[in-house]
């Protein structure tokens, strides 16, 4: 099973520098898996964020890190000029490239060490979170057929709930619109690493699958 993925976008561009000191700080928390011969990837397993101020001591979790340099970040298509520049134009960052974070496996503790670690890197390399997805309120009790037609709304039909709760926390987030496979407009949340703080604390936190 796989489990929820975030992103930490960075306004300089990575080396071998930045590569192992990455490397570096996820051997504190476990262990890494010699790095893959294609492509700057790392993989291995996370027994617990508390070295870098977190709160997760347990069993092993599988973990990878993906390191999208500026020249990989310019041709993917999710990471548009107009994209590019809405994040400058509403946090003063201008991106240039990325470590996308995943966990093997999709329990409450790989969540909390997903956040962790996001926002242990944002606060490292001076950059923002993307969780890749929308941040979701409680839906509550539905039948069958309305949560159907809830999964086929588009954002600005459901968003209200949501907007409401993030509203509470201190920094900034902001959602990203893009349109899905089936046509559908939604966003994808990007925030200061003074918003997921706040998250990590809130009651309904989780990061996205």
């Known amino acids: 099973m796989s489990g929820p993925c975030a992103s ?21 928390l476990g262990s890494v898996e010699p790095p893959h011969s294609l492509g700057q990837r790392l993989e291995g397993w996370i027994k617990t964020t508390m070295p870098v101020g977190g ?5 092993d979790r599988p973990f990878a890190a993906h390191f999208v340099c500026a020249k990989a970040m310019r041709l993917d298509v999710d990471r548009s000029s107009a994209w590019c520049e ?10 240039m490239a990325e470590i996308r974070l995943s ?11 997903l956040g962790e670690l ?4 944002a606060l490292h390399f001076g950059g923002l979170i993307d969780f890749t997805g929308a941040l979701m309120a409680p839906i509550g009790d539905r039948n069958a057929a309305a949560l159907s037609q809830w999964w086929q709304a588009n954002w600005s039909d459901i968003s209200e709930p949501t907007e409401r709760m993030l509203a509470e926390l201190p920094g900034k987030v902001l959602g990203m619109p893009y349109e899905t496979a089936n046509g559908r407009q939604w966003v994808s949340h990007i925030c200061t690493p ?6 990590l604390q809130h009651r309904h936190f989780h990061m996205i699958k």
């Not at 809405?86 to 991106?95: C, D, H, K, V, Y």
């Not at 996001?118 to 890197?121: R, V």
């Open 8 to 28: 930490v976008v960075l306004n300089l561009d990575l080396d071998d520098a930045h590569f192992a000191d990455v490397e570096r700080i996820l051997q504190g």
């Open 55 to 59: 709160t997760y001591l347990g069993e």
């Open 194 to 199: 003074k918003f997921i703080a706040a998250w």
């Open 118 to 121: 996001s926002l242990h890197l």
């Open 103 to 113: 966990m093997g496996c999709n329990e409450r503790e790989d969540h909390r060490i």
């Open 86 to 95: 809405r994040i400058a134009q509403e946090f003063g960052l201008s991106p």
